[in-house]
């Protein structure tokens, strides 16, 4: 039972050992930057230009927003072809101060809901619908969180 545990014991502490040691390792080749949050989408055939219009008005307003309530650092659109049939054509891009953004923040979430609010509100009933065309017209190949580096 003593061998157990004393092999236990020295296992966590060689793990915590290289762990740290990475870490050390990675704080001399880079600084952090903010985090990104991507978004893969792939458009259908002869709709990208309908779902960029419709996201002008959605996804871009509601970016703009949380902009200026200082909810996010900035964002971006990239479009560019498909390198295959089951490959995306277009990348959303939020980038974040730092990954606590992703905690959970009851005063954070509610920002958000009431940009969401006011941007269906200024599309007169077109909020929905447009939405929901989303689902016809796109499809989405998931997300990635990624941290800015700054290699020195």
Same mark, same amino acid.
């Not at 039972?1 to 545990?5: A, C, G, Q, W, Y």
């Not at 709709?47 to 996804?59: E, H, I, Q, S």
């Given at each position: 039972?003593?061998?157990?545990?004393l092999?236990?014991?020295?296992?966590?502490?060689?793990?915590?050992?290289?762990?740290?040691n @990475?870490?050390?390792?990675?704080?001399?080749?880079?600084?952090?930057? @903010? $985090?990104?949050?991507?978004? #893969?989408?792939r458009?259908?055939?002869?709709?990208?230009?309908?779902?960029?219009?419709?996201?002008?008005?959605?996804?871009?307003?509601?970016?703009?927003?949380?902009?200026?309530?200082?909810?996010?650092?900035?964002?971006? $659109?990239?479009?560019?072809?498909?390198?295959?049939?089951?490959d #995306?054509?277009?990348?959303?891009?939020?980038?974040?101060?730092?990954?606590?953004?992703?905690?959970?923040?009851?005063?954070?979430?509610?920002? #958000?809901?009431?940009?969401?609010?006011?941007?269906?509100?200024?599309?007169?009933?077109? #909020?929905?619908?447009?939405?929901?065309?989303?689902?016809?017209?796109?499809?989405?190949?998931?997300?990635?969180?990624?941290?800015?580096?700054?290699?020195?």
């Open positions: 039972m003593k061998t157990i545990l092999t236990i014991a020295l296992l966590v502490c060689f793990v915590l050992g290289v762990s740290d @990475t870490y050390s390792q990675n704080a001399d080749i880079y600084d952090q930057g @903010t $985090v990104w949050s991507l978004t #893969f989408v458009t259908g055939a002869n709709v990208a230009d309908d779902y960029l219009k419709d996201l002008a008005r959605t996804w871009k307003a509601s970016m703009e927003e949380a902009k200026k309530e200082g909810l996010i650092v900035s964002y971006k $659109v990239l479009l560019g072809p498909a390198a295959n049939e089951d #995306f054509n277009l990348v959303l891009m939020i980038e974040n101060e730092n990954m606590a953004v992703f905690d959970y923040d009851p005063e954070r979430d509610a920002k #958000f809901d009431a940009i969401q609010k006011k941007i269906a509100e200024s599309m007169e009933g077109e #909020f929905e619908g447009t939405v929901k065309n989303y689902e016809n017209i796109r499809q989405l190949y998931g997300t990635k969180l990624l941290r800015e580096i700054y290699l020195k």
